[in-house]
């Protein structure tokens, strides 16, 4: 009878062991609400960046690719943004896809892997013509990324679409453009990126 008594309890205590796991589970998975209130551009909602594409793109853990609102970096890749990017800059291909480089590393260094807050501009578009999210994002510790990148010199205003903080980040390239900062600098023998 002992023996019996020692069974039952210790199936009772693997059960109530079971349940606290699903229980803990279902209320530290992100529900859909949550992922969708990131989508939105919840202020308390973070979410984790899986992969930078470049420096002005990236991948959520969700599987969703943002654009950064209101900034423009070097392509990278042979496409017709990387023509416009010769044609306006005056350098050659092989000059814009370095710069994009290391525009897309400087991004990948500051956001992949690490979780951020996703906001949407009031009154724009929620994705561009790729399906992008369009948004601004910061850091867990309230550095807007999109301003930063500017800002550290590894990219431009955006100017054919205006935002809300189109002045805040010509300020921003102002100042770096003045102060030699990242891609406005001397890279490794390249000129200066303008």
């Known amino acids: ?29 992100p529900s859909e609400e949550k992922v969708n209130n990131v989508r939105q551009g919840s202020e308390t909602e973070f979410i984790t ?3 930078v594409v470049d420096g002005d793109t990236f991948v959520l853990s969700t599987g969703e690719k943002v654009r950064l609102l209101g900034i423009d970096t070097p392509e990278k890749y042979e496409s017709k943004k990387l023509d416009r990017d010769v044609t306006s800059s005056g350098k050659d291909k092989k000059t814009i896809k370095k710069l994009g480089q290391l525009a897309s ?9 690490k979780k951020v807050r996703l906001e949407k501009e009031q009154n724009y578009d929620d994705k561009d013509k790729y399906g992008r999210l369009l948004r601004y994002i910061y850091l867990e510790d309230g550095t807007c990324v999109n301003a930063k990148i500017i800002s550290d010199g590894y990219g431009q205003v955006y100017e054919s679409f205006p935002i809300s903080k189109t002045a ?11 102060n030699k900062r990242g891609l406005w600098g001397d890279i490794e023998g390249l000129e200066q990126f303008k």
């Open 49 to 51: 960046v899986k992969r």
């Open 1 to 29: 009878m002992f023996g019996l008594s020692r069974r039952i309890l210790s199936l009772f205590f693997s059960a109530g062991f079971v349940v606290l796991v699903i229980i803990y589970i279902a209320f530290n998975r």
């Open 105 to 113: 590393e400087y991004v990948k260094n500051l956001v992949e892997g």
């Open 168 to 178: 805040e980040f010509r300020k921003l390239q102002r100042e770096a453009r003045e």
